[in-house]
Structures are given as structure tokens and as C-alpha cells.
């Protein structure tokens, strides 16, 4: 991946950190330590993705630490953390969704 596309994944990381402690301030002012947890859980490695080249790690974000927070949100009486994720996280995630897909080598046929 170019130094261009690391350098935008990283400031698009650093954003997803600023809306994720909104929603971290949404959940504790609500008292909802479910919700915490599963905003920390989601959260806890980007910042140290920011400056990572090694693709594996942002590949295990978005496949499994990524997957897991929006499947945890679409759970039926989530509502309001669905809407939260959708305003505040996808604009962020839409964009990485390329950049992410860009870092997968090359497949090689035996």
C-alpha cells in the first residue's frame, strides 16, 4: 500500500477513535455498560493501526473486530446503537472499505 493510502487509513483511524469516544460519552452518560464494552471492544486496537503496514492486523479489525461490533449492533433492542454506529462510524468505515480491500496481496494460483 502507498505511503498516501497509509497516510489517509491513519487519519480515518484517528477519526473513527474521535466519534468512537462520543459514543463512549453517549454510553456512560446512559449507564449502559453493554454498550461500553462492546464500543471499547471495538475500538481498543486502532490506535495501534495507526502507522501499522503490516496488512494482517487491519485485515483482523475490519473482518473480525469491525464485523463483530456492527453484527452486535443489529441485535434486536440496539436501536439507538445502531443509529449511533450508522452516523458515526460508517462514513468512516465506508471509506477504509477500499483502502482495506487494497492491502490483500495478490492472489497466487499453484
Known sequence: MSDEKLATLDT??????????IN?????????????????????NVP???GEKNHHRHE??????RTTYLQWTSTPGRETQRSRAHT????????????IASMKPPKTHD
Not at 12 to 21: N, R
Not at 24 to 41: F, Q
Open 24 to 44: 463512549l460519552r453517549e454510553a456512560s452518560a446512559a449507564g449502559n455498560t453493554e454498550w461500553i464494552a462492546a464500543e471499547i471492544e471495538f475500538l481498543h
Open 48 to 50: 495501534s493501526l495507526i
Open 12 to 21: 480515518l483511524y484517528s477519526q473513527l477513535l474521535t466519534v468512537g469516544f
Open 60 to 65: 483482523y479489525f475490519w473482518e473480525k473486530e
Open 88 to 99: 458515526f462510524h460508517d462514513p468512516f468505515l465506508k471509506e477504509m472499505a477500499p483502502l
